[in-house]
């Protein structure tokens, strides 16, 4: 097994960044890079264990491809989860391609995996969104939140339990912080209960329906919760 980075430090100095800044996004992929360990062999032998995983195996699909067509993204029927993900990305003002050079800025673990880890650490970070408009979360601090505890469950990677630890922390303070810790908490629960989404084909299903498809992924809808932006919490603490 090729080794990893374990960089520790590194990856604490990254957490005290985004712990004061949440929009900071290169800080979470240095954080995945210095505490991933063995994650990406674990999700990669888990593909090979299904059918579905040694298709995306060998085709190696560029999801990003595909995320960055919103003209053909807008052309998918309404109700769609196409149209969810163009929805959320275009709410947020966010872009995959935009995650991807965030990604590159901070991180070079994509550069120094050996394939096909190169690739599985590739499409979970590019199918992270999709994973937002499937689940049903924001993308505001507790929703964001929300969905890595979800990820932690699927995935048990450190580095993700740490991110998920900030996004908690920063919480804390906010209005109805029980209710907050509850919507975290549940997103841990679902994730354990629904299907193992690092195998799942995307690609096939962008034109189905979004409540077909969390059918098929075992995914509840999700709670309600009131979102917690960045802003407020940088205005909160200002004011302190």
């Given amino acids: 097994m090729p080794h990893l980075q374990f ?38 032998s888990g593909l090979r264990r299904s059918e579905t995983g ?18 053909a993204l807008a ?5 769609s989860l196409g149209r969810a993900y163009l929805d959320f ?50 993308g505001d601090v507790l929703g964001e939140t929300a969905l890595l505890a979800f990820t932690l469950a699927q995935t048990k990677n450190p580095a993700i339990a740490l991110i998920a630890a900030i ?5 804390l303070g906010a209005p109805k912080a029980k209710l907050s810790r509850a919507t975290i908490l549940d997103g841990f629960r679902r994730g354990r209960k629904a299907v193992w ?8 299903l962008l034109a189905l ?12 809808a999700p709670r309600d919760y009131r979102p917690i932006r960045s802003s407020e919490l940088k205005a909160r603490q200002a004011a302190a």
């Fill in 209 to 220: 329906p979004l409540e077909e498809v969390r059918r098929r992924l075992n995914l509840e």
């Fill in 89 to 138: 990305v275009e709410r947020e003002n966010i872009s995959a391609q935009g995650i991807r050079d965030a990604g590159a800025k901070g991180s070079t673990l994509g550069k120094s995996l050996p394939a096909p880890l190169d690739w599985v650490h590739a499409r979970m970070r590019d199918t992270h969104d999709l994973w937002h408009a499937a689940t049903g979360y924001h």
């Fill in 54 to 71: 040694r298709a995306l195996l060998a085709k190696k699909p560029d999801i990003v491809d595909v995320l960055v067509d919103r003209s």
């Fill in 7 to 44: 960089a520790p430090r590194r990856a604490f100095h990254a957490a005290r960044i985004l712990a004061r800044d949440p929009d900071d996004l290169p800080q979470v992929f240095t954080i995945i890079e210095s505490l991933s360990l063995d994650t990406m062999h674990r999700i990669a």
């Fill in 75 to 79: 052309r998918l029927p309404e109700g």
């Fill in 167 to 171: 996004g908690l922390f920063k919480t």
């Fill in 197 to 204: 989404l690092p195998a799942v084909d995307w690609e096939s």
